[in-house]
């Protein structure tokens, strides 16, 4: 008897397909969460008017928004791809989410690569707003663009590493309260809003070592100082991609 045509099919959608849909699942469940909106765009956004409108801090010659928007963009992937990621996966893993999840067709491997093309889709459009936000507030950005964006993939895979490892190793609610003060910590202490030579001396050597610092001064030297490749910078962000990213694979747990 030949196949009909309402025969089932059973097996899983073809890679592609299925990766495709959890990333679109994965990005709205993200831009439709209030906390998430507030930790990517809104604080983003309120930080760059309000420190580019009132000298609050002092950011040295020239105008302030050419100083802080570099450092708030940096923020913008440090809250996508580190601080929204690591509590949204860390609930996910503590209600079973990723447990059933693990368990379809969809491979493991993609789900997380589902969730990292989520975060770049995310960053896509925070980038876009607060480029839009600084231009209309004077900004005259200059440098490399291809360096800009290396900068941001590299960002974007170190943090989303260290993201990833906090949710896959701590409980649900510390992982939210780590985060969160995590990242209050590397706003003040990161080179974001505050300059690092703020700071003494023997603590600006420590700083500058991390991924938030580097970051923004790779930005800052490019899109301000007109640096065609912040090696240095480069070469930290790639250091902490790699252990990130490495010891999330490592030790990340599923249950």
């Not at 067709?105 to 989520?118: C, G, I, S």
């Not at 490749?229 to 990130?244: S, T």
């Given at each position: 008897?030949?196949?009909?045509?309402?025969?089932?099919?059973?097996?899983?959608?073809?890679?592609?397909?299925?990766?495709?849909?959890?990333?679109?699942?994965e990005?709205?469940?993200?831009?439709?969460?209030?906390?998430?909106?507030?930790?990517?765009?809104i604080?983003?956004?309120?930080?760059?008017?309000?420190?580019?409108?009132?000298?609050?801090?002092?950011?040295?010659?020239?105008?302030?928004?050419?100083?802080?928007?570099?450092?708030?963009?940096?923020?913008?992937?440090?809250?996508?791809?580190?601080?929204?990621?690591a509590?949204?996966?860390?609930?996910?893993?503590?209600?079973?989410?990723?447990?059933?999840?693990?368990?379809?067709p969809?491979?493991?491997w993609?789900?997380?690569?589902?969730?990292t093309?989520?975060?770049?889709?995310?960053?896509?459009?925070?980038?876009?707003?607060?480029?839009?936000?600084?231009?209309?507030?004077?900004?005259?950005?200059?440098g490399?663009?291809?360096?800009?964006?290396?900068?941001?993939?590299?960002?974007?895979?170190?943090?989303?590493?260290?993201?990833?490892?906090?949710?896959?190793?701590?409980?649900?609610?510390?992982?939210?309260?780590?985060?969160?003060?995590?990242?209050l910590?590397?706003?003040?202490?990161?080179?974001?809003?505050?300059?690092?030579?703020?700071?003494?001396?023997?603590?600006?050597?420590?700083?500058?070592?991390?991924?938030?610092?580097?970051?923004?001064?790779?930005?800052?030297?490019?899109l301000?100082?007109?640096?065609?490749?912040?090696?240095?910078?480069?070469?930290?962000?790639?250091?902490?991609?790699?252990?990130?990213?490495?010891?999330?694979?490592?030790?990340?747990?599923?249950?």
């Amino acid at each position: 008897m030949s196949a009909g045509t309402y025969t089932p099919r059973p097996g899983g959608a073809p890679l592609g397909r299925m990766i495709t849909a959890q990333t679109a699942l994965e990005t709205r469940m993200l831009l439709r969460n209030g906390e998430q909106l507030l930790l990517t765009v809104i604080i983003p956004t309120l930080l760059l008017v309000l420190f580019s409108a009132v000298d609050i801090v002092d950011t040295g010659a020239g105008e302030s928004v050419d100083f802080l928007t570099p450092g708030i963009l940096a923020l913008a992937v440090m809250s996508t791809a580190f601080t929204g990621q690591a509590i949204a996966t860390g609930f996910e893993r503590r209600y079973g989410v990723l447990k059933r999840l693990g368990a379809s067709p969809l491979p493991r491997w993609a789900l997380m690569t589902a969730k990292t093309l989520a975060v770049l889709v995310t960053e896509v459009l925070q980038v876009v707003l607060l480029t839009v936000i600084a231009f209309a507030l004077g900004w005259s950005p200059q440098g490399n663009p291809f360096a800009v964006l290396l900068l941001l993939v590299l960002g974007t895979a170190a943090f989303s590493g260290l993201g990833l490892l906090m949710a896959g190793t701590l409980k649900a609610e510390a992982t939210l309260a780590a985060a969160n003060l995590v990242f209050l910590l590397l706003l003040v202490g990161g080179g974001v809003i505050v300059p690092l030579d703020k700071f003494p001396d023997a603590v600006q050597s420590v700083l500058g070592l991390l991924p938030i610092a580097a970051l923004s001064d790779g930005l800052r030297e490019v899109l301000q100082h007109g640096a065609s490749m912040p090696w240095g910078d480069l070469g930290i962000l790639a250091v902490w991609a790699v252990l990130g990213l490495g010891a999330a694979a490592r030790f990340f747990r599923w249950e």
